[in-house]
């Protein structure tokens, strides 16, 4: 059975990458955002677990690994900071952080 | 086209349009639907891949963990419209034309880039399940990384609760 080209995953990457920028730049919700960026991590994880699939030493699938863990820490802290600016601003949507001092 | 060729092309339908989907509703819960129906195929293209630990992991992590946090956030940062009294779960988006063109504009740059590039499409193709080298690798070769990756996420939780907590 032939294997699928290496091509085929490079350019699904490049779609939800520039998907996930899309999302940055257009989103105001921080939330949003937050999605946006978790696609642009997956995006570099498919790219990494599509070039190791030709590495015998499978070096980007070890490093993908801990990509993931650094996303989930990133996302359990980004989400407890919104929660702390909902606190004191009331809103969550970037524009309308304004201080008032 | 082979049967692989098939379930790769499905999984990156799924994928690429629920992506498409999320940049292009405007409702917060829609868009964490569709990051769910993201996730589900990155699964499948990521098995596809030989990489069927990585998939595993990423079901558990994306689908069990982050998307219940994000789900959670959506909850406690709820707003009440003050007309209708429903709630507002629609985001407001600075214009359209310009990031999407910027976003665009980075595919297709990408598409050419990874096209024209003459070091990909001559490389060898091996094809198996990694399972066993990774669960070799991770406890004797990596296993520092993998530990110091184990008490990161510890450190980064118990720092995520305390700054969730209220500091009155």
């Given amino acids: ?101 | 086209m082979s049967q692989l060729v098939i379930a790769f092309l499905v999984l990156a339908l799924l994928t690429c349009g629920s992506a498409l989907s999320m940049l292009w509703t405007k409702n917060l819960l829609h868009a964490a639907l569709a990051m769910f129906l993201t996730m589900l195929g990155l699964a499948g293209l990521y098995v596809l891949a030989y990489a069927d630990v990585l998939a595993v992991a990423h079901l558990l992590v994306y689908v069990g963990g982050v998307l219940i946090l994000i789900l959670f956030g959506i909850m406690l940062t709820n707003q009440t419209d003050p007309a209708t009294g429903k709630n507002h779960l629609m985001t407001r988006e600075s214009g359209r034309l310009l990031p999407i063109s910027i976003g665009l504009s980075f595919f297709l740059g990408l598409f050419w880039l990874f096209t024209k590039g003459p070091w990909i499409n001559n490389l060898p193709v091996t094809g198996d399940s990694k399972l066993r080298e990774v669960g070799l690798g991770l406890l004797t070769e990596y296993a520092f990384p993998f530990e110091l990756a184990g008490v990161f996420l510890l450190i980064a939780l118990i720092g995520a609760t305390f700054v969730a907590k209220s500091h009155d």
Wanted: charged share 15%; with cysteine; glycine share 4%.
């Fill in chain 1, 1 to 101: 059975m032939t294997d699928i080209p290496v091509i085929y995953f490079l350019w699904v990457s490049a779609f939800l990458f520039a998907t996930g920028l899309s999302i940055l730049l257009l989103k105001k919700n921080t939330i949003f955002i937050l999605m946006g960026i978790e696609l642009i991590l997956n995006a570099a994880n498919l790219n990494l677990v599509a070039f190791s699939k030709n590495d015998h030493s499978l070096q980007g699938l070890y490093l993908s690994i801990f990509v993931l863990v650094v996303g989930v820490c990133e996302m359990a802290i980004a989400l407890a900071i919104v929660l702390q600016v909902y606190r004191n601003y009331r809103a969550i949507e970037v524009d309308q952080f304004k201080s008032e001092y």
